[in-house]
């Protein structure tokens, strides 16, 4: 659940670079004094939360590079596989350019996105789609649909270019989706 939780975060990368774009107050003089940190950041807190929330996806993702990168599942083959990138591009812009159209500039709205975002977050991790991921997909990822030699029908993401007759390790995300790294065929096979 907390690897669900943290993808969606990292899903919502875009929509926090949007805010950060579009709702940020500085004022660029080179003649005039600073008008401190406390006014600035009074300025400018909604970008300011958006901020540290790419931050945390910069965490999460790096988190789970690293987990991807460990321990894995016995390899497997691929007997039958379809991409399913379009998935991305539903979240995005299903999800995200609609939300950048808030006006954050009054409160009511800016709980209003808070409280969508968390409600699509249920959804998002309740429904198992956390793998319609659009920063996934710019950071070079890909979505499969696949049958496998042990007859499974299941979701595979990965940088590798996957095919029929590929061998791949796995980590398991949940009971239907995997992170996999394409291997060697094993000795015994």
């Known amino acids: 659940m907390r690897r ?37 950041f009074h300025d400018n807190v909604i970008p300011t939360i958006a901020l540290l929330f790419f931050l945390l996806g910069f965490i999460f993702y790096f988190r789970f590079r690293y987990t991807i990168d460990g321990t894995a599942l016995l390899p497997v083959k691929i007997k039958k596989i379809e991409h399913s990138n379009y998935e991305h591009l539903t ?11 808030f006006d954050l ?49 299941l979701i595979y993401i990965s940088k590798d270019k996957l095919e ?12 239907k989706t995997y992170f996999v790294k394409k291997t060697t065929q094993p000795e015994n096979e």
């Open 164 to 175: 029929v007759s590929s061998w791949v390790s796995s980590l398991q995300l949940d009971h």
């Open 91 to 101: 979240f995005l812009t299903t999800y995200i350019i609609p939300l950048i159209c």
């Open 105 to 153: 500039s009054q409160i009511r709205y800016a709980v209003d996105l808070l409280i969508l975002l968390i409600i699509i977050g249920a959804i998002y991790v309740k429904t198992n789609m956390f793998y319609a991921n659009p920063t996934l997909a710019l950071l070079g990822y890909n979505v499969y649909k696949v049958e496998t030699s042990q007859g499974d029908n």
């Open 4 to 40: 669900k939780i943290e993808l969606y975060i990292v899903s919502l990368w875009l929509l926090f670079l949007l805010i950060i774009v579009n709702r940020t107050q500085m004022q660029i003089c080179w003649s005039c004094s600073f008008i401190g940190f406390k006014q600035l």
